[in-house]
């Protein structure tokens, strides 16, 4: 028996030539940066279940924005803390023209920088219950909570949010938005829809840093079942329908096969959400020495990337940022 001709090693011996035949590429272009933005002056307030990510008020919101720009990221989405006393039932804070989404936009933009600047449109952490719609009882009403993320969506936009993301999983909401956005001749901003958003154990660390935990039961009504798969392309089909953009899956690492099908089927910008608890598992694990920071974020985001996620929303895109160096 003469040697098999293939010897795939010999691709990967040389360090040069393993880059030149790599099948996926991880950019700082394909990353976007959650952020917390609170009430106060001056405020960077370590979240202890996120090690590494803050609350920021609007005036240093601006410089860890700049910060990230210099590091070559594109976009931030935003997340609004309001203050307890400022919640209510409906959470009207959500689209007050001096809310804290709506000033923390404007000063972005003041400040000139060259990110796109995105934001997250749900009611749950502007509800004094917790929930992510209009409550009646024990029940989230679907239809009588649409207007409501049309008018905070709306409020984002006139204060200079490039494009908005609806992420409470309602029947319709996307079209209500699409409508409000266009009638008010902002046909040109793009929805980034939260479509495949499933009621995860992974978002214990967001919660506690957005004060967002429901004061009643859960999500289960309207977030999707982790067993599901074809719900979720029937999800994504009809917020396409309804004019979006992007569409996300949520979280990332224990859906990748569900993202793999979306790209496969329907060939749109797909969007990943690796999320609070995921992020969370690699800092502890790196603070116990059970592996290498670096190696294991842009593993892990490199994972995403492979199973066809064009955007990475992660609250490590700062440090994969530096690691990757502009690339």
């Given amino acids: 028996m003469t040697f098999p ?33 609170a009430e106060g002056q001056g405020v960077r307030d370590p979240i202890a279940t996120l090690p590494g990510q803050y609350r920021y008020s609007v005036d240093t919101l601006v410089t860890e924005c700049r910060r990230a720009a210099d590091l070559g990221l594109k976009a931030v989405l935003l997340f609004g803390i309001p203050d307890d006393g400022d919640k209510d039932a409906t959470g009207t804070c959500a689209w007050a023209a001096d809310g804290i989404v709506q000033r923390a936009i404007r000063a972005i933009k003041e400040a000139d920088l060259p990110l796109c600047v995105m934001t997250d449109v749900c009611l749950c952490e502007y509800t004094s219950h917790g929930h992510c719609g209009v409550v009646q009882g024990q029940r989230i009403l679907n239809d009588p909570s649409l207007p409501l993320y049309a008018r905070q969506a709306l409020s984002h936009v006139e ?157 490590h895109a700062p440090f994969a940022a530096e690691r990757l160096g502009g690339r």
Avoid at 5 to 34: A, C, K, Q, W
Avoid at 199 to 212: C, E, L, N, T, V
Avoid at 228 to 247: H, M, P, Y
């Fill in 5 to 37: 001709t293939h010897r795939p090693r010999r691709l990967r011996e040389s360090g040069l030539l393993r880059d030149l035949v790599r099948e996926t590429r991880l950019s700082v272009d394909d990353l976007i940066y959650p952020l917390f933005v």
């Fill in 159 to 315: 204060a200079g949010a490039d494009l908005v993301a609806p992420s409470d999983m309602m029947d319709g909401r996307v079209g209500a938005i699409r409508a409000a956005l266009d009638g008010a001749g902002h046909e040109h901003v793009p929805i980034m829809a939260y479509s495949a958003k499933y009621a995860s154990a992974f978002y214990g660390p967001f919660r506690d840093a957005a004060g967002s935990a429901p004061s009643f039961g859960d999500r289960r009504s309207h977030q999707m079942d982790p067993a599901n798969g074809d719900e979720a392309l029937r999800e994504v089909a009809l917020d396409l329908e309804e004019g979006a953009d992007i569409v996300m899956v949520k979280p990332a690492l224990p859906y990748l096969d569900i993202v793999w099908r979306v790209k496969q089927r329907f060939g749109v910008p797909v969007a990943a959400y690796h999320v609070s608890g995921e992020y969370a598992m690699i800092e502890f694990a790196a603070r116990a020495n059970a592996g290498d920071r670096e190696r294991l974020v842009l593993e892990t985001l490199g994972s995403i990337r492979r199973a066809g996620a064009d955007l990475i929303l992660t609250y």
